[in-house]
């Protein structure tokens, strides 16, 4: 089985003790509003105008406790002032990052908006959003902001809705979960079959700012082993640098009552001395790939969540076969760039090579091609030939 990396997007921030009132309001007197948003990547992007000037995108993130923009150059454009410095880990939970904390920003999100806010801000990009996405992505939007509403994502229709907890009624056809809420961001308990039938409980932090279906943390239970057929290489991109680990498959999910069967699955180990306080216990990490075959409502006062399986529910798991892991380069970000390639993999084969650019797939030149295009073509069925120079 040959696997591409997944590039997630993960993250973790210490208790910074970043505390302050903000104006949260709908821009009308709604009980609820309506959000849209954009796919790619499997990633939700907002639109966010910031302090009244700037359209910015954003990542709706519900694994991310405080909002950021990974930009500087914006904040310094409007000559904003820096409160104080804060360090930040890495994904990798031992690299130190510096960001900086802004306070009274306004951000306008359709007809939602939130005034006098702080905000982080990233010294340097270290997300590298436009190279992993091949799209403009300054930010993202943590639970900081949201965690007081009872949020619905609807990947079908690309529509978040925020609606105030006191006007929120649980919907008759959704199964309801309980999940708990740790520094602002939801976590489920449930299971997992890696080898045959047997369960292993597992609690997985519900990262809507994760590009992957399911990773799985090695070394937090005995259980966890890796299964048969895993490939070793890069699992994505964290905040701070690329994950390291194994790709491959377990054979049931749970989620609620429902099972979904042969889940593509990251299993990263977490490096030794790193602080895991900051894992909360968990296991792992849900991402979009998994979340999106479902209507998903987070009422976050409440500690509960509602679930109600949508028409890809039952879609098979396909992921990118060729082995490449690209990034998008290039003023207009249109010249894609390998960044590295798996070994043994189609691609390792074929004769690609790290630093390699793709001048043309099949008989699609490089200026209409994306990097989510390309992934697209590279996850077709087993066997397909593909054609690249």
Do not use: C
Request: hydrophobic share 40%; glycine share 8%; net charge neutral.
């Amino acid at each position: 089985m040959k696997h591409i990396a997944f590039l997630a997007l993960v993250f973790f921030l210490p208790n910074s003790g970043v505390r302050a009132q903000s104006d949260v309001f709908f821009s009308r007197h709604f009980k609820e509003v309506e959000i849209p948003f954009e796919y790619h990547n499997d990633l939700i992007i907002v639109t966010v105008t910031f302090n009244r000037i700037f359209p910015l995108k954003f990542i709706f993130d519900t694994g991310a406790e405080h909002s950021i923009l990974a930009q500087r150059q914006i904040t310094d454009l409007l000559h904003v002032s820096y409160d104080r410095e804060f360090k930040l880990l890495g994904s990798d939970l031992q690299t130190e990052l510096t960001a900086y904390l802004v306070r009274s920003v306004h951000l306008k999100v359709g007809d939602w908006i939130v005034g006098n806010r702080p905000i982080l801000v990233l010294d340097d990009d270290y997300f590298r959003f436009e190279e992993l996405t091949g799209r403009e992505i300054h930010g993202i939007l943590g639970s900081d902001i949201f965690r007081h509403f009872v949020v619905k994502i609807n990947y079908s229709r690309r529509i978040i809705t925020l609606t105030k907890a006191n006007e929120f009624e649980p919907p008759r056809d959704y199964r309801e979960l309980a999940i708990k809420i740790h520094r602002g961001k939801p976590y489920l308990d449930t299971y997992v079959e890696i080898f045959g039938d047997t369960a292993t409980n597992v609690r997985l932090l519900m990262d809507s700012g994760a590009s992957t279906s399911l990773l799985l943390y090695t070394d937090t239970s005995p259980e966890l082993k890796l299964p048969p057929n895993t490939i070793k290489g890069q699992l994505g991109m964290g905040l701070g640098g690329f994950l390291e680990g194994y790709l491959g498959r377990v054979n049931t999910l749970g989620v609620g009552e429902l099972e979904m069967k042969d889940v593509i699955t990251n299993f990263h180990e977490v490096n030794h001395g790193a602080d895991t306080t900051l894992l909360f216990d968990r296991n792992g990490i849900l991402g979009n790939k998994v979340m999106s075959r479902f209507y998903i409502i987070f009422d976050y006062p409440r500690e509960r969540l509602f679930l109600k399986p949508n028409k890809y529910f039952k879609e098979k798991f396909e992921f990118d076969k060729s082995g490449l892991v690209l990034l998008a380069t290039g003023v207009r970000l249109n010249q894609i760039r390998v960044h590295d390639v798996i070994e043994g993999s189609p691609a390792d084969e074929a004769g690609v090579k790290p630093g390699d650019v793709i001048v043309r797939a099949n008989s699609l030149p490089s200026s209409f091609m994306t990097v989510e295009y390309m992934h697209n073509l590279l996850s077709k069925r087993q066997g397909k030939r593909i054609r690249l120079v």
